[in-house]
């Protein structure tokens, strides 16, 4: 591999691992002598002087770490929810663990019809809904979170609107959780 | 021309339409030497294998095998159908062309998502955790941005119980079994009775399956049936296990 | 925020964000113009040329990717393989939800001939397409994700090709017409 190339892919590298990467390590991944990686880390240690990276060494290893006069703009960007439309999958769930809540995955893929993992995943992500305890069957819980009231604008729980202006059915009698398990049940089938 | 001749790699196949385009477009294939049968066999044999036998995709796919077949049937017919059918027959095909052409589209669209994919694999993401300064949502930097209403919205969505489909155009079906047992009930309560006496209020499907099941009832020695005359009434006796008379039913 | 100091900051911003960044936050994280923010990631963009990494438009915002020459070299550091291709009936369904989106089960059905559950199943495992709402027969409809664009290296789904340039040629549909008739041609014959 060309010195050029080489730089280049080390950075790469840098850029992608999670963790320090030694230079032994880098030389096995680029197929390269440890000597011609050292010779690249120094290239690219004087190419970060012009951008944005620094090259740290942590613990005999390499990374890429932001620089610190990004760290306010950092802050501002990353330490705001990211609010990005819910999709339907997530509306419904985020609704179900509102007006239920404690509830379990179980229950919410018997109310939606269909699983529901990846949206409670990602409302967890996002910090919408958090783990409250557990099922006498060891299934998780699910509420929902200080953040999700803020989100929403709610000063409490007992401000969530009622549901029964958007009921289709309101001529049904039975709690709210027994009627949306059933109503589930006919979609599966 | 079997299968093995056709030389259809049916692993490359995605679904009935692809074969379809297959045998139908190959130059070098002449309809009537296809043995479309087997084409139907290593289908649902190659389904099976792959685990994935439903149904529903064997139905669809019996329903466009089945258009291939009539154009082959009519290849091998003699030419005395009326002008009814064969305008029937062209309006089949313009139609089992719009789909395929349909297809065709999504088909090619699937090999530029494909080359796409290549492409871009190249590129890879940085998938790090946040330095532990930055990872904490901040509470206070947090404002309004959904709308409470729609969680209620959605909670309505969910009460709202599916419309039940319109099944009206789907013919009624007769199960076999189902015949098999009711011919079993009765000969459980007498020895012997007269078909239009106890089936002859049934539709002609149900009456003919009922026949159907007598037929199977007769091969398995579970009961003898005689009908005297053509047309004439059939008169249906349990056999017994010591005397099971062989008498094979009368032609009608 | 200097020039250059700008270009630096959205370069570290975009190297710690976990997904990709539209100018407008960028501008609001860094207390910028749009218009400086851009012409920052224009700078970023002609940097990268040198290095190891690109700036990418993924789904209407900016994320830097490490360039393809250091893909191997990655794979083997990072022990992480290509994703597995996507099979024959995955990519057409995907061709079908990516185009005519929302769409639902039964209609990707009709188009592909044969029931699609088990390759819409594994899409949504992979997060390339979700549920985005239900049709008033209860069948839910579905729609591509950010992943989806991200992997395919969208800019937005205004990036897929026209359709219409996939459709056979006045010539092949002919012979396709041609090769479905022929039984009938015969007998005029």
Not at chain 1, 64 to 90: I, V, Y
Not at chain 1, 101 to 114: D, F, L, N, T
Not at chain 2, 18 to 39: C, F, K, P, S, T
Request: charged residues 30%.
């Amino acid at each position: 591999m060309a010195d050029a190339e080489l730089a280049k892919v080390v950075e790469a590298l840098l850029f992608l691992a999670p963790e320090a990467v030694t230079a032994a390590e880098l030389a096995e991944a680029c197929e390269a002598s440890e000597d011609d990686v050292r010779e690249a880390l120094e290239a690219l240690r004087s190419r970060c002087e012009g951008g944005g990276l620094v090259l740290r060494e942590i613990g005999g290893g390499f990374a890429l770490a932001s620089s610190p006069l990004a760290e306010g703009a950092a802050r501002r960007l990353l330490a705001k929810p990211r609010t990005p439309p819910l999709t339907q999958a997530q509306a419904e769930t985020l609704a179900i663990v509102a007006y239920l809540q404690p509830v379990s995955r179980p229950e919410i893929a018997r109310i939606r019809g269909v699983s529901s993992e990846s949206a409670v995943t990602t409302l967890g992500e996002r910090g919408l809904i958090e783990e409250s305890g557990r099922t006498r069957f060891g299934a998780s819980t699910y509420r929902t979170t200080a953040l999700f009231e803020k989100l929403f604008g709610l000063a409490g729980l007992d401000q969530l609107p009622d549901p029964a202006q958007f009921d289709p059915t309101p001529e049904q009698e039975g709690e709210l959780r027994e009627r949306l398990l059933k109503a589930g049940e006919q979609r599966v089938e | 021309m079997n299968v093995a001749q056709l030389d259809l790699d049916l692993d490359v196949f995605a679904g009935p339409f692809d074969l379809l385009m297959a045998v139908v477009l190959r130059r070098d294939i002449d309809l009537l030497e296809v043995d479309l049968a087997e084409v139907v066999l290593a289908y649902l044999d190659h389904l099976d294998r792959e685990g994935e036998l439903d149904l529903e995709s064997a139905t669809e796919f019996l329903v466009l095998i089945a258009a291939l077949l009539e154009l082959k049937s009519r290849l091998m017919l003699p030419d005395e159908s009326d002008d009814e059918l064969e305008l029937g027959q062209e309006e089949a095909a313009e139609e089992l062309l719009a789909r395929l052409l349909e297809y065709t589209r999504y088909r090619g669209a699937a090999e530029s998502l494909v080359d796409r994919l290549g492409d871009a694999q190249g590129f890879l993401y940085r998938s790090a955790p946040l330095p532990p300064d930055l990872r904490r949502v901040s509470l206070e930097l947090a404002s309004q941005a959904y709308q409470a209403q729609s969680l209620a919205e959605a909670i309505g969505d969910l009460l709202a119980e599916p419309i039940a489909p319109d099944v009206s155009h789907i013919r009624q079906t007769v199960s076999l079994e189902r015949r098999l047992r009711a011919l079993r009930a009765v000969l459980d309560r007498r020895q012997s009775f007269d078909f239009d006496e106890v089936f002859g209020d049934e539709d002609r499907l149900t009456q003919a399956v009922t026949l159907f099941a007598l037929l199977e009832m007769h091969r398995r020695g579970e009961a003898t049936w005689r009908q005297k005359e053509t047309f004439g009434s059939i008169e249906i006796t349990k056999a017994t296990p010591l005397a099971v008379v062989q008498e094979a039913p009368a032609d009608g």
